[in-house]
């Protein structure tokens, strides 16, 4: 990881949506298809123009990284360096070479640093660190909305997820109509074009 930064040096909300993050499970390999996905999605957006977001560690946010750099694109990461090595925390990944790292006080703080500065959140299969960050984005976008940011569910298997909450939990039908779903990087880069025409 080259530059480090503070967050003071962020600019503020952009009115189009060009800063993406991708959030997912971190233990994905190269050849597993979360991984595929994040890092084909990644290439295409930086194709064209898109800024690449993630939490500086393994799977999905390296995958997006690699994918950003063959696309021609830069990605940036928000990262949290314990005092000591957490047991079930993966930290960073040396091998997630970003352009910038912006290093936080904690993971909460990592986590909603990384969810204010960006304008879109793409949500790839993870575990229970992805499925916090979802409810994250998930809640503070409608507490916001109208002004909220795009949610973008990568996989046609948050449908059943969702059906399932929709079952056993209570969600108003417009919390749900919140979420895109999305099946492969073309369908996520023409939602975003779609929203950058609004």
Not at 144 to 152: A, F, L, V, W
Request: charged share 25%; glycine share 8%.
């Amino acid at each position: 990881m080259t530059d480090i930064t503070t967050i003071s040096s962020i600019d503020g909300e952009n009115k189009v949506y060009k800063r993406i993050a991708f959030l997912g499970g971190a233990a994905w390999k190269e050849d597993e298809e979360p991984y595929i996905q994040a890092f084909d999605t990644a290439k295409l957006l930086a194709e064209n123009d898109y800024e690449i977001f993630n939490g500086g560690g393994p799977g999905v946010m390296k995958a997006s990284t690699k994918g950003a750099h063959a696309g021609g694109g830069k990605a940036l990461a928000i990262t949290y360096h314990p005092n000591k090595p957490k047991r079930h925390y993966e930290g960073t990944d040396p091998s997630n070479d970003v352009d910038m790292e912006i290093v936080t006080l904690d993971y909460f703080d990592r986590t909603k640093v990384l969810l204010q500065n960006t304008d879109v959140h793409i949500v790839f299969k993870g575990s229970i660190g992805t499925l916090s960050e979802f409810g994250m984005t998930w809640v503070s976008s409608w507490i916001h909305e109208p002004n909220s940011r795009p949610i973008i569910m990568f996989g046609d298997f948050w449908n059943e997820v969702l059906d399932a909450i929709d079952k056993n939990l209570f969600i108003k039908p417009a919390e749900r109509k919140m979420l895109k779903i999305c099946t492969t990087p073309q369908e996520v880069l023409d939602y975003l074009e779609s929203l950058n025409k609004n």
